[in-house]
């Protein structure tokens, strides 16, 4: 438990020599304050320094074995393998400790080329689209495939050959021509559909199967 009086002392030496922060630098403290004269240790429980770091005693461990591994304390075992004590080790190397990697925003790719695709869209359907992250997606995507952006322009091209003038034109949208069937957008030839010969169960891209059915329902009546 925790008293009122307990207290830890951080020492800035600790953070600039040793690269310690968080946890580690919570227990280093308490284990300084035992052990700094090289002769006493600290000899309490993990639970103890569990609640001064905040942490699970679980984690604690974990922690405590990171800092012996780095040779920064020596951990006392008994004959029956339970921890005797905890010791810091005076003649700490000053090399400070590998630190991971920080998250760094990662400027966007393809930011240009992705708005010259939106821009070519807009300009042959007649569309309004702005380069959003939700309409630029799927380009950059497959961009980082390797297509490039003529191919993102020649899928355009083909799919609105097929498309205008149909029900269907209402997917000459980014969301559609760039996404997963875009591969087969390329590959096909720029030929409208015919759709009164089109057997039932095709595979009609990524179309909403109820809007294929209603456009059937509706040829029919």
């Known amino acids: 438990m925790i008293k009122d009086e307990n207290y830890y002392v951080v020492k800035g030496w600790m953070m600039n020599r040793l690269g310690l922060k968080g946890t580690q630098l919570i227990l280093y403290a308490i284990l300084y304050g035992f052990s700094q004269d090289g002769k006493t240790a600290f000899r309490g429980s993990v639970g103890y320094l569990a609640d001064f770091a905040g942490v699970t005693p679980t984690s604690c461990r974990m922690n405590l074995q990171q800092l012996q591994r780095h040779g920064l304390i020596r951990i006392e075992y008994g004959?029956?393998?339970?921890?005797?004590?905890?010791?810091?080790?005076?003649?700490t190397p000053t090399d400070p400790l590998p630190q991971k990697p920080e998250n760094k925003p990662v400027k966007k790719k393809w930011h240009a080329e992705a708005e010259e695709v939106i821009t070519y869209l807009n300009t042959k359907t007649n569309s309004h689209y702005r380069a959003t992250d939700g309409t630029t997606q799927g380009i950059i995507a497959r961009l980082n495939e390797g297509f490039t952006v003529d191919d993102l322009k020649r899928v355009v091209d083909i799919k609105k050959a097929d498309w205008s003038g149909t029900d269907f034109a209402v997917y000459l949208r980014p969301q559609t021509l760039f996404g997963s069937k875009f591969q087969s957008y390329l590959n096909q030839a720029s030929t409208k559909r015919s759709f009164e010969a089109t057997p039932s169960g095709k595979d009609y891209d990524d179309l909403d199967r109820r809007a294929m059915e209603k456009l059937l329902s509706r040829k029919k009546s």
């Open 79 to 91: 004959e029956q393998g339970q921890v005797n004590s905890y010791t810091v080790i005076t003649d």
